[in-house]
């Protein structure tokens, strides 16, 4: 990791530390290449004093058991109907993958104990059909997980509960992942699985707000893997029990989950249930940000370069888009009363965060702003993403004689040949205010 980065993670580092993180690591991922590197990835939050409980599943090497010893498995995912012999070989296999993840554990310098912390309850019967073996977490044993973390001991938890009476049952790793994460109040659900998070049309969705995944997979979900749907229903289930964010990351891919928690765009796809990202009106102690956040497209003169002294004396006209507490993006919006005419200005998203629509956000908002203090038209200058505003924004190309005379004069001996756009704006009734999702 270089230097800039590092510095770039501290943000982080004091708001999770003493934080609880439920990490739920698929069988498939146990089984594969990366799987040492998670490990020490691991050691690397516990060194933070960030708290790690682990949930992992064991889907595939129950798959893979049965078909070395000839048996036919009711379920390997614990959720359809478990037998008594697929439930025996489920429990000798996660019993298996409990101690090589201990093992694991102790190889990176890390103390860790097998918890025995799922009360479960039958599945019962569903249309007409008895589960058998298949369980339901009824509690999850806190007093156990908060003795373990407070002596800096990692929980590792196998897909297995027992009642009160002893018997013991299957239950899906995702759920118990989400149990554990709504019982100890986690800061954050870490789903490692063989995928890149959502993917629509061949762009990754790198975050989105939980009723609107549940509104989505309405739409969407016979097209997903039964692997995938799973941890996105279980991601959107976790935010409405008050997990505050949720992560969806391929646990194939080195480094992923240092990654995603340590840096803005992340990898994978993130699930939040409250204030994530909000514009807001940039302050005095933002405008180094802002400045080192637009220096690339300066550089490439797409922006126009802005000193602090400049945007401090129109810091009214500026407003900054956050996620996380983060600045991602910003805008300005300069204007012209006379004219009853507004210019969208210093319009960036950072590249780590392109393609996720802040872009436009960041223009509606502008636009509303614009409608309510009485503005009849937006103009818009650019060199290099005059396309972007007319695709994404509906402005139209416009020439010089619509600028007001001060703009058309400052225009005229920037040298700078920019682009004119204009948009009519159409008054619509409704007050603007900072997008909070």
Same mark, same amino acid.
């Given at each position: 990791?270089?230097?800039?980065?590092?510095?770039?993670?501290?943000?982080?580092?004091?708001?999770?530390?003493?934080?609880?993180?439920?990490?739920?690591?698929?069988?498939?991922?146990?089984?594969?290449?990366?799987?040492?590197?998670?490990?020490?990835?691991?050691?690397?939050?516990?060194?933070?004093?960030?708290?790690?409980?682990?949930?992992?599943?064991?889907?595939?090497?129950?798959?893979?058991?049965?078909?070395?010893?000839?048996?036919?498995?009711?379920? !390997?995912?614990?959720?359809?109907?478990?037998?008594?012999?697929?439930?025996?070989?489920?429990?000798?296999?996660?019993?298996?993958?409990?101690?090589?993840?201990?093992?694991?554990?102790?190889?990176?310098?890390?103390?860790?104990?097998?918890?025995?912390?799922?009360?479960?309850?039958?599945?019962?019967?569903?249309?007409?059909?008895?589960?058998?073996?298949?369980?339901?977490?009824?509690?999850?044993?806190?007093?156990?997980?908060?003795?373990?973390?407070?002596?800096?001991?990692?929980?590792?938890?196998?897909?297995?509960?027992?009642?009160?009476?002893?018997?013991?049952?299957?239950?899906? !790793?995702?759920?118990?992942?989400?149990?554990?994460?709504?019982?100890?109040?986690?800061?954050?659900?870490?789903?490692?699985?063989?995928?890149?998070?959502?993917?629509?049309?061949?762009?990754?969705?790198?975050?989105?707000?939980?009723?609107?995944?549940?509104?989505?997979?309405?739409?969407?979900?016979?097209?997903?893997?039964?692997?995938?749907?799973?941890?996105?229903?279980?991601?959107?289930?976790?935010?409405?029990?008050?997990?505050?964010?949720?992560?969806?990351?391929?646990?194939?891919?080195?480094?992923?989950?240092?990654?995603?928690?340590?840096?803005?765009?992340?990898?994978?796809?993130?699930?939040?249930?409250?204030?994530?990202?909000?514009?807001?009106?940039?302050?005095?102690?933002?405008?180094?940000?802002?400045?080192?956040?637009?220096?690339? !497209?300066?550089?490439?003169?797409?922006?126009?370069?802005?000193?602090?002294?400049?945007?401090?004396?129109?810091?009214?006209?500026?407003?900054?888009?956050?996620?996380?507490?983060?600045?991602?993006?910003?805008?300005?919006?300069?204007?012209?009363?006379?004219?009853?005419?507004?210019?969208?200005?210093?319009?960036?998203?950072?590249?780590?965060?392109?393609?996720?629509?802040?872009?436009?956000?960041?223009?509606?908002?502008?636009?509303?702003?614009?409608?309510?203090?009485?503005?009849?038209?937006?103009?818009?200058?650019?060199?290099?993403?005059?396309?972007?505003?007319?695709?994404?924004?509906?402005?139209?190309?416009?020439?010089?004689?619509?600028?007001?005379?001060?703009?058309?004069?400052?225009?005229?001996?920037?040298?700078?040949?920019?682009?004119?756009?204009?948009?009519?704006?159409?008054?619509?009734?409704?007050?603007?205010?900072?997008?909070?999702?």
């Amino acid at each position: 990791m270089k230097l800039p980065e590092l510095r770039g993670i501290l943000q982080y580092v004091t708001r999770f530390r003493d934080k609880i993180f439920v990490i739920a690591i698929d069988g498939k991922i146990i089984g594969s290449e990366n799987f040492a590197n998670i490990l020490l990835d691991i050691a690397v939050l516990r060194s933070l004093n960030i708290k790690v409980v682990l949930v992992h599943g064991a889907g595939l090497q129950i798959e893979q058991a049965a078909q070395e010893q000839g048996i036919n498995v009711s379920s !390997s995912d614990g959720t359809g109907v478990v037998d008594e012999t697929t439930l025996q070989l489920s429990i000798n296999v996660a019993s298996r993958l409990t101690n090589q993840i201990m093992g694991g554990l102790t190889q990176v310098d890390l103390r860790a104990a097998y918890a025995n912390c799922i009360i479960a309850h039958p599945f019962g019967i569903v249309h007409g059909v008895d589960f058998q073996f298949s369980g339901k977490v009824e509690r999850v044993d806190v007093q156990m997980l908060e003795l373990f973390l407070n002596q800096e001991i990692v929980p590792v938890i196998p897909p297995i509960g027992f009642d009160g009476e002893g018997r013991t049952f299957r239950v899906n !790793s995702d759920l118990v992942a989400l149990e554990v994460a709504e019982a100890l109040h986690a800061a954050k659900l870490i789903f490692l699985s063989p995928y890149d998070g959502l993917i629509l049309e061949g762009q990754r969705i790198g975050h989105l707000v939980a009723p609107e995944l549940e509104e989505l997979l309405k739409k969407i979900k016979a097209h997903l893997p039964k692997g995938l749907l799973s941890k996105l229903e279980h991601a959107a289930q976790a935010c409405r029990y008050g997990v505050p964010r949720v992560h969806l990351l391929n646990g194939n891919v080195n480094e992923a989950l240092l990654a995603e928690i340590f840096s803005n765009g992340g990898v994978g796809t993130m699930v939040y249930s409250n204030e994530y990202e909000q514009i807001r009106r940039l302050y005095k102690k933002d405008i180094r940000a802002v400045i080192s956040l637009i220096q690339q !497209s300066i550089r490439s003169e797409e922006l126009v370069r802005r000193t602090r002294a400049e945007i401090l004396a129109d810091i009214d006209d500026y407003w900054i888009l956050e996620i996380d507490r983060h600045i991602v993006g910003c805008v300005a919006m300069y204007p012209y009363p006379e004219q009853k005419m507004a210019e969208l200005a210093c319009l960036y998203v950072s590249r780590s965060n392109e393609n996720q629509g802040l872009g436009r956000k960041l223009m509606s908002f502008v636009e509303n702003l614009a409608r309510q203090r009485g503005f009849s038209q937006l103009i818009a200058l650019s060199t290099q993403a005059f396309v972007y505003l007319q695709q994404k924004g509906g402005f139209v190309e416009a020439g010089p004689e619509i600028l007001p005379p001060g703009r058309r004069a400052k225009y005229e001996a920037s040298g700078r040949n920019s682009r004119i756009l204009v948009k009519n704006l159409v008054p619509v009734p409704v007050p603007v205010t900072a997008l909070t999702h």
